[in-house]
């Protein structure tokens, strides 16, 4: 079965850091690259990074730049997004999903709920 | 940056009824790179359209795409009570250095 799983998420204070895990499983993880995209209580979607299937590409948000880090692990077909100085404005679902046909978000988690309160 | 907005916010129709839904965008957009999602309350986003216009697996014919340039538009040619949800478009570059999510439309009774 096709799918990626994410975990990590809890409540933290302000200038905390937390890391998600995105375990992929039923393809190949290495010819994919992954997403990750947050959605705060009541709102829309917004993109937060993407790692290419190399591995080495990686972009961000603005907002996030400098605090978070996307990366993987092979042997273990996961991904991660570590998050540093968390803010009060990052509390959201966070949902890992696999980038598919023209890069696409084809395959998503059910998502992790990160709350950032003091 | 290129910034999306879809319209209208809120469309009212019912079962059986066509939707029409518009995305468009403040710089004109490679049509390889614009998506369609569907998201149900307290469920993850699922991919309905890539590439404009093409449908992704297992997504009913009921769904099109379509546009080019600045706009974009998804049609749901007859409504089932499934459809109801919050549509949202999305572009990125070919490089995924900026992805972007339209604000949504949500179709409802």
């Known amino acids: 079965q096709v799918q990626v799983v994410e975990s990590g998420g809890g409540v933290v204070q302000p200038g905390t850091s937390l890391r998600l895990s995105c375990a992929a499983s039923?393809?190949?993880?290495?010819?994919?690259?992954f997403y990750w995209v947050r959605q705060a209580p009541g709102k829309g979607l917004e993109w937060v990074t993407v790692i290419w299937n190399d591995g080495i590409r990686k972009y961000y948000v603005d907002s996030v730049k400098g605090r978070f880090t996307v990366s993987r692990d092979i042997s273990k077909n996961t991904i991660y997004l570590q998050m540093n100085s968390l803010r009060v404005e990052d509390t959201a679902v966070y949902f890992c999903a696999r980038a598919g046909p023209r890069n696409a978000l084809d395959i998503w988690g059910q998502g992790t709920m990160v709350s950032v309160s003091s | 940056e290129i910034v999306l907005t879809q319209s209208p916010g809120t469309l009212s129709l019912s079962p059986g009824e066509r939707a029409t839904l518009s995305c468009r965008a403040t710089q004109s957009v490679s049509s390889t790179y614009l998506a369609w999602y569907q998201q149900k309350p307290g469920q993850a986003p699922r991919l309905l359209i890539y590439d404009a216009s093409s449908r992704a697996t297992g997504i009913p014919d009921r769904f099109s795409g379509s546009g080019s340039g600045t706009d974009f538009t998804l049609t749901i040619s007859r409504l089932e009570p499934e459809d109801f949800a919050v549509y949202y478009c999305q572009q990125y570059t070919s490089s995924l250095e900026v992805v972007t999510f339209g604000p949504g439309t949500k179709v409802d009774v």
């Open positions: 039923g393809f190949t993880f290495r010819s994919y690259g």
